[in-house]
């Protein structure tokens, strides 16, 4: 499978099974209920919240964040996780669940976290199999920076579609414990 990945601004093809971090493995392509157990991680090192179109606040998905942070003693970078966390579900609030909600659709979307050895992994799915698009952040426009902010402050990410047609952004934020 071939998906559109950043590490580094570049935003080349690559190949999906070289990008996606293990921790993230084909959960797009899987979208099972239970991601911790698709995972193969323990609750103590996974955490998901579903999202609704009610989220465009922002205030539940950063509380949420912040809970687990401190949940498994982040010392250092959860505030960047927070702020990635929230960039990826606000994208999928603005470009599928309110495109569902529109189509009178019950859309749903879910923000997954995992812990690993230096890093945070946070992935969101949707049910739009649109690409995430990065592009250069119009300095008149405050919307549109969402990914640009994920690309800047992640050490990697990217997307992959399922054949279902569900998408999973995901995006490695490194952190210390």
Avoid at 9 to 25: C, H, Q, R, S, T
Avoid at 142 to 165: D, E, I, K
């Amino acid at each position: 499978m071939i998906t559109e990945s950043s590490d580094g601004g570049e935003g080349k093809l690559a190949d999906l099974a070289g990008m996606v971090p293990p921790e993230i493995g084909n959960l797009a392509l899987s979208n099972p209920l239970d991601w911790g157990i698709a995972l193969g991680v323990s609750a103590a090192g996974f955490a998901a919240k579903s999202l609704s179109v009610e989220e465009d606040s922002g205030g539940r998905v950063r509380a949420f964040t912040r809970t687990v942070m401190g949940q498994w003693g982040v010392a250092a970078g959860g505030e960047t996780v927070v702020a990635v966390a929230w960039e990826l579900a606000a994208n999928a609030v603005q470009h599928a669940l309110r495109v569902d909600a529109q189509l009178q659709h019950p859309g749903r979307a879910w923000l997954g976290l995992v812990r690993r050895d230096e890093a945070v992994i946070c992935a969101v799915t949707d049910g739009s199999p649109a690409p995430p698009r990065l592009g250069p952040p119009d300095p008149m426009d405050s919307n549109g920076r969402g990914l640009y902010l994920v690309n800047r402050l992640s050490s990697h990410w990217g997307w992959s579609t399922s054949p279902s047609g569900t998408k999973t952004v995901w995006a490695r934020v490194p952190a210390t414990w």
